[in-house]
Every structure is written in structure tokens, then in C-alpha cells.
């Protein structure tokens, strides 16, 4: 009897420390890929209030990017791609910069086997207030596709 309590403690922190190791072998093959990519590829905004980097399989790319706000990346931008296996490996990338003149937002997905990135994109919104009263004089940088690495300070 003791021997099939010991299996069963056993087993059961395998389940709850076994996920923590995989999860962490995420993350740090999301953060090793990130620090891999030259800067005009892909960078995070330095006074971000979100950073997103995650190795999961397409199929989870809204989850993690609703943490942008809802809808940011739809699936009509990200998940209807019908060439991507819903269970294929990609980095997600996302930063956001949410201050009282603006918000930033930008994504980038990058495919786990090849390293190509498969997608992208970054939105840029003045707050009204600010606008209004004359705190937001415009944007410092132009945009385009430069944005996705571009460090706004």
C-alpha cells in the first residue's frame, strides 16, 4: 500500500512541477529567439507596459494577444492563415505602450522551424484628451514598415 502512495505522490509532482519545466523551456526558448533577431527585425518598446514573448502553437495566438486589448489581432489577420498547422510551434512577440498622450501596440509571429516571421503589425492611436488640450504635439517618428523596430523612449 505505501508503495502505491509513494507511485501516486510520485506521479502527481511530476504533473505539477514536470508542466513548470515546460513552461519555462518555453519562455526561455522565446527569450533566446528574441535576443537572436538583429534589431531592425523585431524590438520590444523600451517603455512598454506589456511584453509578450511566447513559444506556443498557432493555435494559440489570440489568447496571448488578447493581452494587447480585444481584437488587436484578430483571426482575420493571424488565424485564418489555412497554410499554418494550429499545432505548428511559433514565437509571439507583442509590446504596448499605454500612457496618457498614446498607445503603441505591435506583434510579430515568427515561425518555430524555418525563423521566418509569418506575420506582423502595429497600430498607433493618440488619446483625445491629449490631443484636445495640447499635450500630444504629434508623433515623434514616422511610421512604417521600420515600426516593428523602432524603441520609442
Same mark, same amino acid.
Given at each position: ?55 506556443? %502553437?498557432?493555435?494559440? $495566438?489570440?489568447?496571448? =494577444? !488578447?493581452?494587447?486589448?480585444? /481584437?488587436?489581432? @484578430?483571426? *482575420? #489577420? ?7 498547422? %494550429?499545432?505548428?510551434? $511559433?514565437?509571439?512577440? =507583442? !509590446?504596448?505602450?499605454?500612457? /496618457?498622450?498614446? @498607445?503603441? *501596440? #505591435? ?47
Amino acid at each position: 500500500m505505501l508503495k502505491k502512495i509513494a507511485i501516486f505522490i510520485s506521479a502527481l509532482s511530476f504533473l505539477v512541477f514536470g508542466s513548470q519545466l515546460v513552461s519555462a523551456s518555453s519562455q526561455d526558448k522565446a527569450d533566446q529567439f528574441y535576443n537572436s533577431l538583429p534589431k531592425d527585425e523585431y524590438k520590444e518598446y523600451s517603455d512598454a507596459s506589456v511584453k509578450v514573448r511566447e513559444y506556443i %502553437p498557432y493555435k494559440d $495566438v489570440q489568447k496571448f =494577444a !488578447s493581452k494587447l486589448g480585444e /481584437d488587436y489581432v @484578430t483571426q *482575420k #489577420k493571424v488565424g485564418s492563415n489555412q497554410s499554418i498547422d %494550429p499545432n505548428h510551434q $511559433v514565437y509571439f512577440y =507583442a !509590446s504596448l505602450v499605454d500612457n /496618457d498622450k498614446m @498607445t503603441l *501596440k #505591435k506583434y510579430a509571429i515568427y515561425d518555430a522551424t524555418t525563423k521566418e516571421r509569418i506575420n506582423a503589425g502595429f497600430s498607433q492611436q493618440a488619446k483625445r484628451e491629449a490631443v484636445d488640450n495640447g499635450t500630444f504635439a504629434g508623433w515623434d517618428k514616422s511610421t512604417g514598415t521600420s515600426e516593428l523596430s523602432n524603441s520609442r523612449n
